[in-house]
């Protein structure tokens, strides 16, 4: 009967959302997204498929997040979060695209009971399953939550929990937290953020408290989701003078649209609602549902130029510190003897700026490349001990081990007599600690990533400009090409390669050959309709002929 129960259900849901013709749906780079009013079909397929994801683990809590992230405000997007808070295991996505794919609703029928034949999901029978959904601030964004539950309803024994808008990565920390047994509301995430940045700044060095400049901070909220949380919080932020601008309010502007740091990093100009009284002064900018955050400083009040510091640098700044603090208790005399043993590794992808992966690897730091995209660069950070991601384009955090944690936990411990707990190992130590309950371990968070790298600058006692000093970033070039069918481009080696059509390898390279640290590569993006060129090269002008000529090759063979 059960089983009845769950064909109709089903059955039911699919001709509630029929598949317009000619739509198809691709899991890519980050979940399905489309313009929103088309997203239904895909959105309530996914809440299928999250609840079935559920139930596959025992009922664990799987994650959806309703957002198009940093697309214009007419798009919109959905993507699933696994029970540790990381996205949805990769060998699901070929279900997830035939389910978003399936034509009427008794093939959709069929493909659900072979997938669960096959994976072995007990369906109709007494098991239990529950999705948390989030969604940001998209007027498309209360339509699709509904084409979620209905998808996730269809499920018999599925229990869906709507958390209402929250920034992407906070519903990865909480669908985490509530698998671990630990609180998982909103409120609990802003305390672990509070509580963690004042202990950060409390293990600050006397003499490297800065002036008021140090703790001011402008933040591009992008009219998203993260400049509305921010605003909740930042009055209790100490030690930092926040001031939100583009933070969503009636009036402010569109989501996206000419700020948040998509823009900023790609265009390299001041985002709307900034002037040239900003010159000097620090400013991040987070992306639509906060889990992208770049840094930038207005450079000149004649030109709307900025002083950008990228995915790269908040990666290089968070390597140096967590460097440092290894060295120290691993180098430090102290009468707790004690040394950790930590892996650290670093990944980036193809969009590294040249001279950050070259600035890594000379402080003898081990540097691994993977695929655009979180899913792949945080499965890599996991094989490490203390894993540091980021894409040059702000997504990013680090990850450490439950190993390396408890390490430090005894380490911490041994310091307990009061002789000890004075040392700069036990400060260094505290301060890893602090750092692990700072940063987001489900996901890339511009809110907590900020706040670490605010910890780090007052730590170091450092400015913008000492920062920027890091290395100096090889000029650069990204363009967008429209084509008529973007996946015929075939990339190969960490996307660095074309392997399809054939010969666009060959015209690549012999582009690149004409340019002095020429590096050229070219992919479809899986957010966008587009083909993505990325040039580096010594000169801006090279970069930039660089990359046209390339596009041109794109646009010549794909039309
Ligand atoms: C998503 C992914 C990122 C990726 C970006 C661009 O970001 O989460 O990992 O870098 O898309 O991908 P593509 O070049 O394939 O379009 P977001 O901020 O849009 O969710």
Redo the contacts with the bound molecule.
């Keep these: 009967e059960q089983e009845q129960e769950q064909r109709r259900r089903l059955l039911d849901v699919a001709s509630r959302f029929p598949l317009p013709s000619g739509c198809r749906f691709s899991y890519g ?2 979940g399905f997204r489309a313009y929103g009013a088309t997203m239904a079909p895909a959105v309530c397929r996914a809440g299928i498929l999250a609840a079935l994801r559920s139930v596959k683990l025992a009922g664990a809590a799987v994650g959806i997040v309703i957002t198009a ?3 214009p405000v007419g798009d919109n997007g959905v993507k699933i979060a696994d029970p540790d808070g990381g996205m949805m295991a990769q060998h699901w996505e070929p279900f997830a695209d035939a389910l978003a794919n399936a034509p009427d609703p008794d093939a959709l029928l069929q493909l659900v009971l072979q997938f669960v034949k096959n994976e072995g999901i007990p369906l109709g029978g007494h098991h239990t399953a529950q999705v948390l959904l989030g969604r940001d601030t998209r007027p498309t964004g209360e339509y699709l939550l509904d084409a979620a539950l209905q998808g996730i309803n269809a499920i018999v024994g599925a229990h869906a929990i709507d958390l209402g808008i929250l920034t992407t990565p906070q519903l990865h920390w909480m669908v985490r937290s509530k698998n671990k047994g630990i609180k998982a509301s909103e409120s609990d995430y802003f305390t672990q953020l509070i509580d963690s940045f004042r202990r950060m700044l409390e293990l600050v060095p006397k003499d490297k408290s800065g002036d008021e400049l140090a703790k001011k901070l402008i933040v591009d909220g992008a009219n998203g989701i993260g400049g509305v949380k921010l605003e909740q919080i930042k009055a209790k932020l100490s030690g930092i003078d926040i001031n939100v601008r583009n933070s969503g309010k009636e009036g402010e502007g569109i989501l996206n649209h000419m700020c948040g740091a998509d823009f900023v990093q790609k265009e390299r100009v001041t985002p709307h609602g900034f002037s040239p009284e900003d010159v000097g002064v620090r400013c991040a900018s987070l ?1 639509g549902d906060a ?2 955050l770049v840094y930038f400083r207005v450079s000149s009040p004649s030109d709307n130029k900025v002083d950008l510091v990228d995915g790269d640098k908040i990666l290089s700044l968070f390597a140096l510190f967590i460097r440092e603090q290894l060295d120290i208790i691993n180098n430090n005399g102290s009468q707790v003897n004690k040394s950790l043993s930590a892996r650290l590794g670093i990944v980036q992808t193809a969009y590294a700026n040249g001279a950050s992966t070259q600035f890594l690897k000379n402080l003898g730091l081990e540097v691994v490349f993977t695929p ?3 899913k792949y660069l945080h499965k890599k950070a996991l094989e490490y001990d203390i894993g540091i991601y980021f ?1 040059a ?1 702000g ?1 990013g955090t680090i990850v450490f081990s439950e190993d390396f944690l408890s390490q430090l936990e005894s380490l911490i411990n041994d310091h307990s007599s009061e002789a000890a707990n004075g040392s700069a190992q036990y400060h260094a130590a505290m301060r890893l600690m602090a750092a692990s309950q700072l940063i987001n371990q489900a996901v890339g968070d511009a809110l907590s990533g900020s706040l670490l790298v605010e910890a780090i600058l007052q730590y170091k006692g450092w400015s913008f400009q000492n920062w920027c000093e890091l290395y100096c970033d090889l000029p650069s070039r990204q363009l967008k090409v429209k084509v008529i069918d973007r996946s015929s481009i075939v990339t190969t080696d960490a996307e660095t390669k074309v392997s399809q059509p054939s010969n666009l390898q060959e015209l690549i390279d012999k582009e690149t050959a004409n340019y002095t640290h020429g590096r050229c590569f070219v992919r479809p ?4 309709d587009v083909v ?1 060129v990325y040039a580096e090269a010594s000169m801006q002008v090279e970069a930039d002929s660089l990359a046209r000529s390339v596009a041109q090759h794109v646009e010549h063979l794909l039309g």
């Design positions: 780079t980050a992230s940093h697309n992306d889990d992208r655009t995209g979180v894409e384009n997504h993006s899986g957010t966008e993505r």
